[in-house]
């Protein structure tokens, strides 16, 4: 069974740090691709980054040179290092994974996620 929990989420200034993590299990890394989605209020879930697991990475464009992902094969843990943060970045922030991720960005691309962590930029 896959399952992916987040951590991390907080309340930080604008221009500040954070780093968001995913524990993951029931899965391998070379097998699915592995997305961080966000949830702003009255908004929909939009695709952030994307590490598929043909080794190519998508950012979303307003996040590019400010947000970074990662994964720990070890620890079975994937990050989200965001950097710079605005208070447009302010949402609830969800890691998901796929199997058959084909390339789009869009959230049904998807099918297991976590319950996601909150992530509030003051400015």
């Known amino acids: 069974e896959v399952q992916l929990v987040e951590s991390g989420g907080g309340l930080v200034q604008a221009g500040g740090s954070l780093r968001v993590s995913c524990a993951t299990s029931?899965?391998?890394?070379?097998?699915?691709?592995i997305a961080w989605f966000r949830q702003a209020p009255g908004k929909g879930r939009e695709a952030v980054c994307i590490?598929?697991?043909?080794?190519?990475?998508y950012y979303e464009i307003s996040v590019k040179g400010r947000f970074t992902v990662s994964k720990d094969n070890t620890k079975k843990m994937v990050y989200l290092q965001m950097k710079d943060l605005r208070p447009e970045d302010s949402a609830i922030y969800y890691c998901?994974?796929?199997?058959?991720?084909?390339?789009?960005?869009?959230?049904?691309?998807?099918?297991?996620w976590g319950q996601g962590t909150q992530v509030t930029v003051s400015s």
């Open positions: 998901a994974a796929d199997r058959w991720y084909s390339g789009r960005t869009d959230e049904t691309e998807f099918g297991n």
């Open positions: 590490s598929s697991s043909d080794g190519s990475t």
């Open positions: 029931g899965f391998s890394f070379d097998d699915f691709s």
